[in-house]
Every structure is written in C-alpha cells, then in structure tokens.
C-alpha cells in the first residue's frame, strides 16, 4: 500500500499554491514537468500545453491504459484597464460570483496582491442587497503601483494548509489529481503501458484531454479528478440524505454523469479492485457534472472510461476541504487497479 507522508503534502501544497487558470497553466506545468521528468520514458508538452506522459510497457502487446488529470483551476482574466490600480474582469471557469465579493487574489506573472471590490453596504439600496452582484459591477483593485495587462490571469489568494484529517486550500480541484498520477507514475507497473496526460483547459470545455487522447490511442481511459460533495447538513440540522457523495468514504467511483455513462466493465472492475483490497470506496450517484472522460471516450473509434473522484467541499470557491485520508485510497485503489490490469478487463 502507498502513503501519502510529508513529501506528498509538500508536492500538493506546491502543486496547489501556483496559479494556473485555463489556458495559462504554465505554473503547474513547469512543476509537473520536473516532478515526471525522472521516471518517464517519453514526455513532451503538445500544442494545447498538456503534459503527456508514458510509460512504456516490459511486456509485448500491453494494454495501454491512460489516466487522466486536469492542470487548470477556475479564475479570472483581465479585460479593461480602468486606471489608478482598478481593473475589469471576466470569471474563467464555473465560479458562483456570490463567491467574490471582498476577496483578496493574486494576478499575472508576479502573483501581484488585489482584492475584489464593489460598492459597499452604505451605498447600496434595500433592493439592491436582494440580488447577486453583477461581474460587470466589480474590480479587481491592485492599488496605484499594480500593474497589470488585459488577458493576464488572476485567482484567488488562498493558501494551502493541513488542518487536522482535512486539507484546505484553492484548486484542490484538480491538483490533488496530478499528485496522484504524479505518485503513480513512481510506481507504474511493468505489464501496461502507462499513458499520462495532465490536461489544459478543462474547466472551459475539456479542450486538452481530447487532444491528449488523440496522441494516445488508449484501449482503456480513467479520469481521476475531484467532485462536489454534497454533505452538508440541511437546514433543519439534519443530515442530508441525498448526497452524491460524502468526505470519509473513499473515492468515488462514477456510474453517469451528464456527459458519460461510465463503462461497467471499469466500473465493476474498480469495484472488484476495491473489495479484494479492502480500500474504501463509495459510488458518485448519477447526476450532473461531468470530467474529461466525456471528451477522451469520443475520440478515434470510442474509449472505454471510467472516473475515479477525490470528494470535496466548496467547489469552485475561494477554499475547498478534503480528507487526506480520501486522497490516500484513491491512490491506492487506482495502483492496485492499474497493477491487475490487462487485456481480459475488456472482455467480461
């Protein structure tokens, strides 16, 4: 069994720390690239800025098995200088701009230090307070000396921490999957070929995945990404039932979601996997959402896939939870699953 210990934690809090919104995923490429660099057999950066790995195989006609990660992280771009320090935004990704008000965010290349502002509450009417404020009446304000570009990113502020069995921090969705293939990679196993892509701009469309998937040419696909959990109690104090899935409880195995029906032959294999290990799991109920899995199953002829998920907290927002020890079964479920893998997966 795989543990995640301290040089884990350090990598993650590295990985999530940088700035890497969609389409400028530089940061976290560049620690990908030193962290792959040693154990890979072949690595290169293709047109879109997706890392794509492999590993290759100690046997002949492996089956070659690509997992999946994604680089980015939700944020902004810069649009309009307004001068003296102030700046026009557009979110880049799904953000709930109930979210931004108030907060403090980094922008560009120097991580330079603004904050979100809007007219406060001694200016605003009754009514107004009654709904959302608009992007359009926000700025980013860097103060006199902040100096930035139109089309420069930004993103939230948040630092990582370990909080007891949590950690907390920014862009857990997805950086805690590219620590995991990151640790996998480590530990590939001889008998598969192992293909690893960390994607650009999945949260604008799953742009990088497809193409990575193109390159491939995998037999069997697995997305490893994070997933809302929705845990929290209901309004009465009650717990809520209704859940998709819930911190503690492992991994999450995917079924459906809203752009892929997940292939039961993974499904039941990563089950399977799961239950002779005893690793915990739980199942993502059918719902919304989706990962690049939907794009990587529609390339070529078709691809078999399945996602395996991190729960957490807050997606999408300024700071997000997850459990450490979530983080280390999934890890573990996918190497005992990627170890046991061959050609007969496909054919029950």
């Known amino acids: 069994m795989l543990s995640i210990r301290q040089p884990q934690l350090k990598l993650l809090e590295k990985l999530c720390n940088a700035v890497a919104v969609s389409?400028?995923?530089?940061?976290?490429?560049?620690?990908?690239?030193?962290?792959?660099?040693?154990?890979?057999?072949?690595?290169?950066?293709?047109?879109?800025?997706?890392?794509?790995?492999?590993?290759?195989?100690?046997?002949?006609?492996?089956?070659?098995?690509?997992?999946?990660?994604?680089?980015?992280?939700?944020?902004?771009m810069i649009t309009h200088d307004d001068d003296d320090g102030?700046?026009?935004?557009?979110?880049?990704?799904?953000?709930?701009?109930?979210?931004?008000?108030?907060?403090?965010v980094v922008v560009g290349k120097d991580h330079l230090p603004g904050v979100i502002g809007a007219r406060p509450i001694h200016l605003t009417t009754a009514n107004e307070r009654k709904y959302a404020i608009d992007v359009d009446d926000m700025r980013i304000d860097l103060g006199p000396e902040g100096k930035a570009k139109v089309g420069d990113r930004g993103t939230f502020a948040t630092k990582f921490k370990r909080v007891g069995p949590s950690i907390m921090s920014k862009a857990i969705d997805n950086r805690i999957g590219c620590a995991i293939l990151i640790e996998l990679l480590k530990h590939a196993p001889k008998q598969i070929e192992l293909c690893l892509a960390f994607s650009s701009q999945e949260e604008i469309g799953l742009r990088g995945a497809k193409v990575a998937a193109f390159h491939f040419k995998p037999d069997v696909a697995i997305a490893v990404d994070s997933t809302p959990?929705?845990?929290?109690?209901?309004?009465d104090g009650a717990e809520n039932v209704s859940y998709n899935v819930k911190l503690g409880l492992g991994p999450a195995i995917y079924l459906s979601n809203a752009s892929t029906i997940d292939d039961p032959r993974l499904v039941k294999f990563l089950e399977t996997t799961a239950l002779?290990?005893?690793?915990?799991?739980?199942?993502?109920?059918?719902?919304?959402?989706?990962?690049?899995?939907?794009?990587?199953?529609?390339?070529?002829?078709?691809?078999?896939?399945?996602?395996?998920?991190?729960?957490h907290r807050y997606t999408h927002s300024p700071v997000?939870?997850?459990r450490v020890e979530d983080w280390q079964n999934a890890l573990n479920l996918l190497h005992a699953a990627l170890k046991a893998m061959n050609h007969d997966v496909l054919n029950r």
């Open 23 to 76: 389409g400028d995923e530089g940061e976290v490429r560049r620690i990908v690239l030193e962290e792959v660099k040693p154990y890979a057999d072949e690595v290169k950066v293709d047109a879109l800025g997706s890392v794509l790995v492999r590993k290759k195989a100690r046997a002949p006609k492996a089956l070659r098995v690509l997992l999946d990660c994604h680089l980015d992280e939700v944020g902004f």
């Open 86 to 104: 102030f700046y026009q935004f557009e979110t880049v990704g799904g953000i709930d701009e109930r979210y931004l008000v108030g907060k403090q």
């Open 229 to 235: 959990a929705r845990d929290l109690p209901d309004f």
């Open 276 to 311: 002779k290990n005893k690793i915990q799991f739980q199942f993502r109920q059918p719902g919304g959402g989706g990962t690049d899995a939907a794009a990587i199953q529609r390339v070529h002829a078709g691809v078999p896939v399945v996602s395996v998920s991190i729960p």
């Open 320 to 322: 997000s939870v997850s």
